[in-house]
């Protein structure tokens, strides 16, 4: 039996103008995806560089810069960002302001992570601090990844466990004048502490999953009209 296909004007209009549009947004995130993956690539290139901090207090440091700074650790004001699992292992960050030498800056610097004790989580395993003034390298970053907050936030003090923490709030606290943009360490310090940070997404892997959203329903109308002409066409035919 031969297949009969009925045309109509209207139905025939309203699925070109969706396959239409679904293409023209596949093709629209496609672009998105390669434009985010170039400036990724760009990006990834210039972390290459590592820019001494010292001489730039004042310049505009975009996030992800890899930096050098010279200074000295605040022993007395150890913070711990909690709720930051690594490799499927509860733990915590130390966090610990970094004096920069030759001024009056300081530096909030997550010095690396650390298992959390199973047996108590408020137990808080001593971790050995560089003495001295000391240089250390790492990624600059505007603000850590925000966790949902459990309960009340403890109070921002020296020792205190959080689960978010900005340079603002340990200024205020503190009465130190911090630099709003802070360091995930990257340098070893034989600390035990372990420095396997997230690196930066592109965001393109989500442009390319919405092209594909777009392509694969632009063919679902494509087959749909295809099918109901069709399907008018034997009936046409029967009739």
């Known amino acids: 039996m031969s297949l009969s296909f009925q045309f109509r004007l209207i139905p025939s209009i309203a699925a070109l103008l969706l396959i239409c549009t679904g293409l023209s947004l596949a093709q629209w995130q496609t672009r998105r995806a390669e434009q985010r993956e170039q400036v990724a690539l760009q990006r990834e290139q210039a972390q290459r560089v590592i820019m001494p901090l010292n001489s730039n207090l004042h310049a505009a440091i975009e996030p992800y810069t890899q930096l050098r700074v010279r200074g000295e650790f605040v022993a007395d004001w150890p913070l711990y960002l909690d709720n930051r699992p690594l490799h499927g292992v509860s733990g915590r960050y130390l966090l610990m302001p970094f004096h920069i030498a030759d001024s009056n800056q300081y530096l909030l610097v997550a010095r690396g992570w650390q298992a959390r004790d199973p047996q ?38 020296p ?9 603002a709030e340990v200024a205020q ?15 070893d310090s034989a600390d035990g502490l372990q420095r396997d940070w997230a690196k930066a997404s592109s965001g393109a892997e989500k442009n390319r999953a919405y092209a594909f959203q777009w392509l694969a329903l632009s063919l679902m109308v494509f087959i749909f009209y295809v099918v109901t002409g069709i399907r008018r066409g034997q009936q046409a035919a029967n009739n």
């Open 120 to 157: 108590d989580r408020l137990k808080l395993a001593p971790v050995p601090l560089p003495q001295g003034e000391i240089e250390i390298i790492g990624t600059a970053r505007s603000g850590f990844d925000h966790v949902m907050q459990l309960g009340q936030p403890e109070q921002v003090r």
């Open 159 to 167: 020792g205190a466990l959080v689960q978010n923490i900005s340079a």
């Open 173 to 187: 606290a503190s009465g130190k004048q911090f630099l709003s943009i802070m360091l995930e360490q990257t340098s």
